[in-house]
């Protein structure tokens, strides 16, 4: 193996954009094709998947460090501003929020969470608006939940009361109108 330092060590949390936050396993050298390589070897609990993600495409595929204390502090904040609700097609918006929550990009997802949020007492949502809030409020639960070295359902508990606390107003303000 090389003698560079590696972006990542065993034990670290990491986020990979489309799947969320994994923890990285070993590093290992395998040969592939003829080529040695050095490969991160992922492990994703919730999907019960493991992912070799080599070295030196680490940077090309977006994978990261968890946020910084700053990020999340902003990816919070965004969960109690106002729903943004375009008056696009439901199949074009979908598609959005699925490329934000694939971004990896916590702020974006906590945007996604945020605008379709709906309180116990607002209208039903749609199945596949419910698919989506779901995923993007998991991925931002996990990242948070490693961040702050709990589980994913406190996490999780802990953004649905901030979006219960601030989202009523809004929409009360919503049927003022």
Same mark, same amino acid.
């Given at each position: 193996?090389?003698?560079?330092?590696?972006?990542?060590?065993?034990?670290?949390?990491?986020?990979?954009?489309?799947?969320?936050?994994?923890?990285?396993?070993?590093?290992?050298?395998? #040969?592939?094709?003829?080529?040695?390589?050095?490969?991160?070897?992922?492990?994703? #609990?919730?999907?019960?998947? &493991?992912?070799?993600?080599?070295?030196?495409?680490? #940077?090309?595929?977006?994978?990261?460090?968890?946020?910084?204390?700053? &990020?999340?502090?902003?990816?919070?904040?965004?969960?109690?501003?106002?729903?943004?609700?375009?008056? &696009?097609?439901?199949?074009?918006?979908?598609? #959005?929020?699925?490329?934000?929550?694939?971004?990896?990009?916590?702020?974006?997802?906590?945007?996604?969470?945020?605008?379709?949020?709906?309180?116990?007492?607002?209208?039903?949502?749609?199945?596949?608006?419910?698919?989506?809030?779901?995923?993007?409020?998991?991925?931002?639960?996990?990242?948070?939940?490693?961040?702050?070295?709990?589980?994913?359902?406190?996490?999780?508990?802990?953004?649905?009361?901030?979006?219960?606390?601030?989202?009523?107003?809004?929409?009360?303000?919503?049927?003022?109108?």
């Amino acid at each position: 193996m090389t003698a560079k330092a590696h972006a990542f060590e065993v034990g670290d949390y990491v986020v990979y954009p489309k799947h969320g936050v994994g923890r990285v396993m070993e590093l290992l050298e395998q #040969e592939i094709a003829g080529m040695k390589m050095e490969l991160y070897v992922l492990r994703f #609990e919730k999907e019960r998947m &493991t992912l070799r993600v080599p070295v030196n495409k680490v #940077e090309a595929i977006g994978m990261r460090k968890l946020s910084s204390d700053k &990020t999340l502090r902003e990816a919070l904040d965004t969960l109690k501003g106002k729903p943004k609700v375009k008056r &696009t097609m439901w199949s074009r918006r979908a598609q #959005e929020y699925e490329a934000k929550i694939n971004s990896g990009d916590l702020v974006s997802i906590a945007e996604v969470t945020r605008d379709l949020f709906r309180a116990d007492d607002q209208p039903e949502q749609s199945y596949s608006e419910r698919q989506i809030f779901e995923a993007a409020s998991s991925r931002l639960a996990r990242e948070l939940a490693a961040m702050e070295k709990t589980d994913e359902l406190a996490a999780l508990q802990k953004i649905l009361a901030i979006l219960n606390e601030h989202a009523p107003k809004y929409y009360e303000a919503a049927a003022a109108v």
